[in-house]
């Protein structure tokens, strides 16, 4: 560094000289920045009806306002909530209004056609009505030379960390593009570090992607190609980051990854293992809910499991994609397991676990199924009679080898998909449970905004009541009628009896539960402007350093 006398400087203009470095010489050792030409004023009027996105020579923290969405599952959300929380932090607004946004960060899912599809008309209507366009999630990471992601900013799915430096670059008018895998002593790991801050959807719900990636090879499965291989989180890691939640004033704990099952097979430990530590940390009336495990990697675990689930803090539910009922399709699936398999875990756990809620996956119309394998999958749902189960007809995904093989046809896949609906809808699985009296942690508002939700030991979901204070809160409710997806209650306890779940109690009531009221009443009012301050600092230092170093 020079030191400059203040005598020798006239004005501000006079600190940059014709022999400094320019912008675009400053991003000559940057390979991950493309630095876009700006159009003329009159270029392509005639023609082109969209709007031009503002480009902005400099980028002060919290001038700019934007606008987040995200598909697909709950890896996606979490993943969601730490890129907005980076940005909170910096300084920008998040908001829900699309059209009053300067920059659009579109979180995708690469699981089904449609998916893409609504993914790829909300790129193109950003792009139209003269948005910044940052794109990320499995879509971009999976096929990252789409047509349609030509020209835009990418955030890979381990490089949510970054996405600040992404937005900002974005808005200046430079298109960004970071895929890489993050490594730790040459070895892959399983993505950005846990403790990163969040903005949460839901304010009292904490979910903890675990690990990314799976150790499957489905024949069907795009997701493969975005996330890789199994790399977990070290227990340690996961459990820190669960404290820290807790301490946030969260009161529900989701685990969340491809396949929670395989959880620690690539660092030399395990699901039970983590589980155990994890309930250690969870205080009381909080509560933990397994995600996603496919059958091949919770055989081996089954007795520990069983006893994980009947653990007073941990919701008796599990998620077990069997996806078809037939052995000659799980093989060519390669799902590496079999019905009996399946059925050996939903029995075995059943058994053991009082009051087990088991979900599950079907997928219609997989390319080899024959009526008879059809068959064999509507007696598996006869069978079980599952409460949670999720039905999807075949899409073939690009690069995939099930889209490589001749496909049934649409109306008989459609036929197909309607008998296993239909089987579904004939069963209330709630039924006769007027009068039952249950724990419930409530912690959501339901989709029709006319109810708060509520959740007992099996997970089941009930609804109650909006009275005042009762987010976050536990109580004892009698069950007054049900439905097919849900049990309607009645609160028994008196305000003054019901439980504070979260340990801060300040924080878990009058909880907003959408993304924009989140950014703002989950973070106090100093904190936000001590990160005001810091990003303010960070953006002059920054600007000092690039002109003069």
């Known amino acids: 560094m020079v030191d400059l006398d203040e005598n020798d400087i006239a004005d501000i203009e006079d600190l940059i000289s014709s022999e400094d470095i320019k912008p675009k010489e400053r991003y000559k050792n940057k390979k991950n920045v493309t630095l876009r030409a700006r159009k003329k004023a009159n270029q392509s009027a005639a023609t082109d009806t969209s709007e031009t996105a503002p480009i902005l020579e400099s980028v002060v923290p919290g001038t700019q306002k934007i606008y987040l969405r995200t598909w697909g599952c709950s890896h996606n959300n979490s993943d969601s909530e730490y890129m907005a929380g980076q940005l909170a932090a910096y300084g920008y607004q998040l908001t829900e209004n699309a059209s009053d946004a300067h920059l659009w960060l579109l979180n995708s899912c690469t699981v089904k056609n449609p998916s893409e599809d609504t993914f790829r008309n909300e790129i193109e209507n950003g792009v139209r009505t003269g948005k910044h366009v940052v794109v990320a999630g499995c879509v971009p990471q999976g096929a990252p030379k789409s047509n349609y992601l030509k020209g835009l900013s990418v955030i890979g799915v381990q490089q949510i960390d970054r996405v600040v430096e992404v937005v900002e670059e974005t808005l200046k008018g430079h298109s960004v593009r970071l895929l890489q895998n993050k490594k ?88 039970p293992e983590l589980l155990w530590k994890l309930v250690e940390v969870i205080p009381e009336n909080c509560m933990l809910r397994v995600g996603m495990t496919n059958p091949p990697y919770i055989l081996e675990h089954l007795n520990e499991i069983s006893k994980i689930l009947l653990h007073p803090r941990v919701y008796s539910f599990l998620h077990v994609p069997v996806q078809s009922g037939s052995d000659a399709v799980l093989a060519d699936m390669k799902r590496e397991y079999c019905r009996s398999d399946f059925e050996h875990v939903v029995d075995f756990l059943k058994e053991r676990v009082e009051g087990l809620t088991i979900a599950t996956d079907i997928i219609c119309g997989f390319p080899s199924e024959t009526e008879k394998d059809f068959e064999e999958t509507m007696n598996m749902c006869e069978k079980y009679r599952f409460p949670s189960l999720f039905i999807n007809q075949f899409f073939p995904r690009p690069g995939t080898p099930a889209a490589k093989m001749a496909r049934i046809p649409a109306d008989l896949v459609k036929r197909r998909t309607k008998r296993l609906t239909e089987l579904f809808n004939s069963y209330t699985p709630y039924a006769g449970r007027e009068g039952q009296v249950y724990n419930v942690l409530v912690t959501e508002i339901s989709h029709d905004t006319l109810h708060y939700v509520g959740h007992n030991k099996s997970y089941e979901q009930i609804l109650l009541p909006m009275k005042k ?26 305000e003054q009896n019901w439980t504070e779940c979260s340990q801060l109690t300040s924080k878990s009531t009058n909880v907003g539960i959408n993304l924009g009221t989140c950014a703002i009443k989950n973070a106090p009012k100093d904190k936000l402007g001590i990160a005001l301050l810091f990003g303010i600092i960070a953006f002059v230092l920054q600007f000092i350093w690039k002109r003069f170093w």
């Open 469 to 494: 204070n009762l987010l976050g809160k536990s109580v004892r409710v009698c069950i007054t009628s049900s439905t097919k997806f849900s049990m309607v209650g009645e609160i028994l306890d008196n």
């Open 184 to 271: 730790e002593d040459g070895h892959r790991i399983a993505g950005a570090k846990l403790a990163l801050p969040k903005v949460r959807k839901n304010p009292l719900i904490e979910i903890i992607a675990i690990n990314t990636g799976c150790l499957n090879q489905c024949t069907y499965c795009k997701t493969k190609h975005a996330r890789g291989d199994l790399a977990s989180y070290s227990p340690n890691e996961i459990v820190d980051r669960a404290k820290q939640a807790f301490e946030e004033g969260v009161c529900e704990i989701w685990l969340t990854s491809e396949d929670t099952g395989a959880y620690g097979r690539d660092i030399g430990s395990s699901l």
